[in-house]
């Protein structure tokens, strides 16, 4: 279950492309819960939750695991390093 809250800018993930009288539906962005680190050692939420140092710059899917890119390039396996869960892909976060 999804709740969507009432200043959801639902428009921003989603663009009506119309082609030729016909209209479509297509996804822009994926909308992906955030996981947020509850660990003593991380108590800053900008960095990133596997090396602490870096800015959180992308996100696991369908885990929300936010860490940096270095990380996700040293990653030898598709399994998130916290949660070990296999994840799809990875995303970049854009930040207001």
Same mark, same amino acid.
């Given at each position: $279950?999804?709740?969507?809250?009432?200043? !959801?800018?639902?428009?921003?993930? =989603?663009?009506?492309? =119309? #082609?030729?009288?016909?209209?479509? /539906? /297509?996804?822009? &962005?994926?909308?992906?819960?955030?996981?947020? !680190?509850?660990? /003593? +050692? #991380?108590? !800053?939420?900008?960095?990133?939750?596997?090396?602490? %140092? #870096? /800015?959180? =710059?992308? *996100? &696991?899917?369908?885990?929300? *695991?936010?860490?940096?890119?270095?990380? %996700?390039?040293?990653?030898?396996?598709?399994?998130?390093? $916290?949660?070990?869960? $296999?994840?799809?892909?990875?995303?970049?976060?854009? +930040?207001?």
């Amino acid at each position: $279950i999804y709740e969507v809250p009432e200043d !959801d800018y639902g428009h921003l993930y =989603t663009a009506t492309n =119309t #082609n030729a009288s016909r209209s479509t /539906e /297509e996804h822009l &962005f994926h909308p992906v819960d955030w996981n947020i !680190d509850t660990s /003593e +050692k #991380n108590s !800053d939420l900008n960095n990133c939750a596997v090396c602490y %140092i #870096n /800015e959180r =710059t992308h *996100l &696991f899917t369908p885990c929300g *695991l936010a860490c940096c890119i270095d990380c %996700i390039e040293r990653l030898e396996t598709n399994r998130c390093p $916290i949660c070990n869960q $296999i994840y799809d892909n990875y995303i970049r976060v854009l +930040k207001p």
